[in-house]
C-alpha cells in the first residue's frame, strides 16, 4: 500500500513563478519528511527536510510546509528556474525508524522560460 | 568529500543468475540502505544495514539479501533473477541527523 502520495505526475511552471509540488501520507507515525530532486540516470538529490515538531523549514528558494492534521506537506521553489526542471520525491519515515524512507511516486516539473 | 559509489554502474543477467552489487558510503557514514526503482512501483526500501547489522527490512522475498562491512561498505545480493528484478538499485547513506540520507548514482540491472 502506497502510503506516500504524489498525486500529480506532472507540473509545468514559468520560469520566475512560484512551483508547488504536493504530497499526501496517511500513516499518522510518520515523523520526518524529506524531499528529493532526481535527474534521469543520477541517484536522488537531497534538497529540504523537515519534522513533525515543526510547520514550515525554509532554505533559500525552497520552503516545506507540513499540515499534521491533514496530513499533507507541500514543497514551495521560488522563482523558478529552469535548472529546476527534474522529478522531485517526498519521503517520509516514522521516528525511530532508522533509514528506512517510504517515497511517493514522484512529480515531473518542467519549468519554462 | 567524496559523494557515496556504486559499482557497477549497469549490469546484464540472464534469468535464474545472481547478482552482487556494491556500495561505498560517504565517509564517516555509518548507515547504508538499498532501494530499488522500477517505472511500476517507484522507489522502495530493500533493507538498511547499520554497524554491520541489517536494522531495517523493506517487504522484498528472500532472495534479495545484503551485507555490510567493518569499513561501512555494503553489499545486495540477488539470487534467482527474474526478469521483473530489471531496476535501477538505488544506495544511501546517512549521517545521523534527522535522517537524512544522500544517494549513489545507482546500479542499472537489467535481467533477459
Known amino acids: 500500500d502506497q502510503q506516500v502520495k504524489q498525486n500529480s505526475p506532472s507540473l509545468s511552471v514559468q520560469e520566475g513563478r512560484i512551483s508547488i509540488l504536493n504530497c499526501d501520507y496517511t500513516?499518522?507515525?510518520?515523523?520526518?519528511f524529506l524531499w528529493y530532486k532526481k535527474y534521469p540516470a543520477e541517484g536522488p538529490t537531497f534538497l529540504i527536510s523537515?519534522?513533525?515538531?515543526?510547520d514550515k523549514n525554509e532554505d533559500g528558494r525552497f520552503t516545506v510546509f507540513l499540515n499534521k492534521s491533514a496530513k499533507h506537506l507541500s514543497l514551495h521553489i521560488v522563482p523558478s528556474q529552469p535548472g529546476d526542471s527534474a522529478v522531485y520525491f517526498c519521503?517520509?519515515?516514522?521516528?525511530?525508524?532508522?533509514?528506512?524512507?517510504?517515497f511517493g511516486k514522484g512529480t515531473s516539473l518542467l519549468v519554462t522560460p | 568529500k567524496a559523494g557515496v559509489t556504486q559499482t557497477p554502474r549497469y549490469l546484464i543477467k540472464t534469468r535464474g543468475q545472481q547478482v552482487t552489487l556494491s556500495c561505498s558510503p560517504i565517509?564517516?557514514?555509518?548507515?547504508v540502505s538499498w532501494y530499488q526503482q522500477t517505472p511500476g512501483q517507484g522507489l522502495q526500501f530493500l533493507f538498511e544495514?547499520?554497524?554491520?547489522?541489517?536494522?531495517n527490512k523493506g517487504n522484498f522475498p528472500g532472495r534479495f539479501s545484503g551485507r555490510q562491512f567493518s569499513n561501512s561498505r555494503s553489499e545486495m545480493n540477488v539470487s534467482t533473477l527474474e526478469l521483473g528484478d530489471s531496476a535501477l538499485y538505488l544506495c544511501?547513506?546517512?549521517?545521523?541527523?534527522?535522517?537524512?540520507?544522500?544517494f549513489g548514482p545507482g546500479t542499472r540491472l537489467t535481467v533477459l
Open positions: 544511501a547513506s546517512g549521517t545521523g541527523y534527522l535522517n537524512e540520507q544522500f
Open positions: 544495514y547499520f554497524s554491520e547489522t541489517q536494522r
Open positions: 523537515i519534522s513533525s515538531i515543526k
Open positions: 565517509s564517516g557514514h555509518r548507515s
Open positions: 519521503a517520509a519515515s516514522p521516528a525511530n525508524s532508522g533509514y528506512a524512507l517510504n
Open positions: 500513516n499518522s507515525m510518520f515523523d520526518y
